[in-house]
Structures are given as structure tokens and as C-alpha cells.
């Protein structure tokens, strides 16, 4: 019997809900969505958010953003002559600090944020004895910073996202494929998005229902190309 065809699916238009509403809550990052949303009450200037890559530390950047008008600048951007920028704004976000920061600018960002009394971010995957950090003092500023940590989404968590997931791309799945899903794919939300954006394109190709089936062929390949 030959295979029903196949048609090529258009990448159409979504946009993924990133706002503070939208931010689903779960015990892997309930302290650190508290911690943000008492901005700008905060136990010291600084704030250091670590977690690992797919934890959703971006969507809360982004919540926190829409929240408070931060101004968010990634780490390797940052330079002494968008420090002054930078202030304007209620607050600052420096995101993904393991990548490498220059040192003078931070120290610079950190002591002229105290001096105006406004509150800074930084997110990375690791903290900041990892950074080779070479001025003393900035270390020393790190140190006396608020950590908190976002660890990988469990189950309940993990469901909620992809559920979401799906909603944005105006998509309703069966809570049974759902779960499939859930006990089988790795505990990451940045891979919950690479799979659902799959089995997206295959159901559009094949013109066929997302199914059980469907959806551990698609997240096979998904897992071949991490």
C-alpha cells in the first residue's frame, strides 16, 4: 500500500507566551519566581540565578523583564560604555555569565547599580567560582550576592509546559499523548520545545493526528540530534 503524501509544512507565525502570566510555576523554580517577583525588595543589590540549559531561566528573564522594565544585556556584550545605558533602566539583567564577562565592566555595573540604588540579574549556568573571575573585589561583590538556583522541571511541571506548548502552536493533544511524552523525553524544557515544534511538522507533513506512535518517532529524532 503506498504511503498517504506528503506536503511540506509552512513555519507559520506563533508566538510563544513569555510574559509573567504565562510563566507556569512547579518546585523547581518556585523559589526563584518568588525571589524575582518581590523586586525591588530584595535581601541584597545583587541577585545571581543559576540553572541548567533548558531550565527556563530565559522565560523568567523575560517575565521578570515584562514585570519590573529591566534592561537586559547578554554577558559578553557587557562593557564599561553601556554601563550608563544600562542604569536607566529600574534595573539590569546580565544573562549568561558562564560564557565569560569582562570583569572591569561588571565591577563597574555592580558598584554604579548600589550607588543609584537600582537591582541587578545575572543569570548563568554555573556560579561564580566557575567564572574566572580575576579582580578580587568583584568576586567579592559575587559572593555577597543573593543566589538562587532553577533545577530541571519535574513531572507535574513538565506536563503543564508542553501542554502550553501546544496551546501556543494552537494545537489540542490527547493528556494521554501528553504523558507519553512526559516519561520519556529528557527533562529539559528547551528539548520539550525542540519536540513539540517536531511532532508539529510531522503531523502537518503527514496530515495525520498526533499519536503515541507519531509522537516516539519524532522524539527519537529529537534525542539523536542533542
Known sequence: ????????????????????????????????????????????????????????????????????????????????????????????????????????????????????????????RTWPASWKITLPDLMSRLRAATPVEILEPDDDLLRRVLVKLFADRQISVDIGVVDYLVVRMERSLEVAMQAVQAIDREALAGRVKITKPLVGRVLENVHKGQ
Not at 512547579?26 to 526563584?32: C, E, I, L, Q, T
Not at 544600562?86 to 558598584?111: Q, Y
Not at 548600589?114 to 545575572?122: E, P, T
Open 1 to 124: 500500500m503506498a504511503e498517504p503524501p506528503r506536503q511540506l509544512p509552512l513555519e507559520l507565525p506563533h508566538e510563544a507566551a513569555l510574559t509573567r502570566d504565562d510563566y507556569l510555576v512547579g518546585v523547581s523554580n518556585k523559589a526563584a519566581f518568588e525571589l524575582l517577583s518581590r523586586w525591588p525588595d530584595w535581601p541584597s543589590p545583587v541577585v545571581v540565578l543559576a540553572g541548567p540549559v533548558g531550565s527556563g531561566k530565559t522565560h523568567l528573564v523575560r517575565a521578570f523583564q515584562d514585570e519590573s522594565g529591566a534592561a537586559v544585556i547578554s554577558a559578553r556584550e557587557l562593557a564599561a560604555d553601556v554601563v550608563e545605558d544600562l542604569l536607566v533602566a529600574p534595573a539590569a539583567v546580565i544573562e549568561d555569565t558562564h560564557l565569560g564577562v569582562n570583569d572591569t565592566a561588571l565591577f563597574h555595573l555592580l558598584n554604579a547599580s548600589r550607588q543609584a540604588g537600582k537591582k541587578v540579574l545575572i543569570t548563568s
